[in-house]
């Protein structure tokens, strides 16, 4: 069973957004970790029904070696990040992870993606699963 890691910060909404629209169309054919760099979002990440969740920079740095796709937002690889939550080791590692990474354009740094539309979330996490998640399941 392939497992998918989704991480995310502060108060876990993007996570917990993603996981629910993973769990609808994919039900239990995946494993589904929740990391969250903080508890509060881990614990919003199992609401939405991920089947574990761990919280912390250990956690994550440790996890993401293990997963097969990861999916965060972009802030998750940028050191400092997310008001700090993001360390810089949480960044190399996940950076560094051989699994396939998907990362939401949303960022409240100051950083600009030149090229990226501005989409909702909600049409985002769309594009996430019917253009990219769906083929890498099926191969």
Do not use: W, Y
């Not at 029904?49 to 097969?68: C, F, L, W, Y």
């Not at 950083?111 to 049409?123: K, Q, R």
């Amino acid at each position: 069973m392939k497992q998918i890691c989704v991480i995310d910060g502060q108060g876990g909404g993007i996570g917990s957004a993603i996981i629910k629209r993973l769990k609808e169309l994919l039900k239990e054919t995946v494993e589904i970790v929740a990391l969250g760099t903080n508890a509060i979002a881990t614990a919003q990440m199992l609401k939405a029904k991920a089947n574990r969740g761990a919280s912390g920079e250990n956690a994550i740095v440790q996890t993401v070696k293990q997963v097969d796709i990861i999916i965060c937002p972009i802030g998750i690889i940028i050191a400092n990040a997310m008001m700090g939550e993001v360390t810089p080791k949480i960044a190399e590692a996940v950076a560094s992870s051989p699994a396939k990474k998907m990362l939401i354009p949303l960022s409240r740094e100051n950083i600009e993606i030149v090229g990226i539309s501005s989409a909702p979330l909600p049409h985002l996490i769309d594009t996430l699963i019917e253009k990219n998640l769906k083929h890498f399941l099926n191969d």
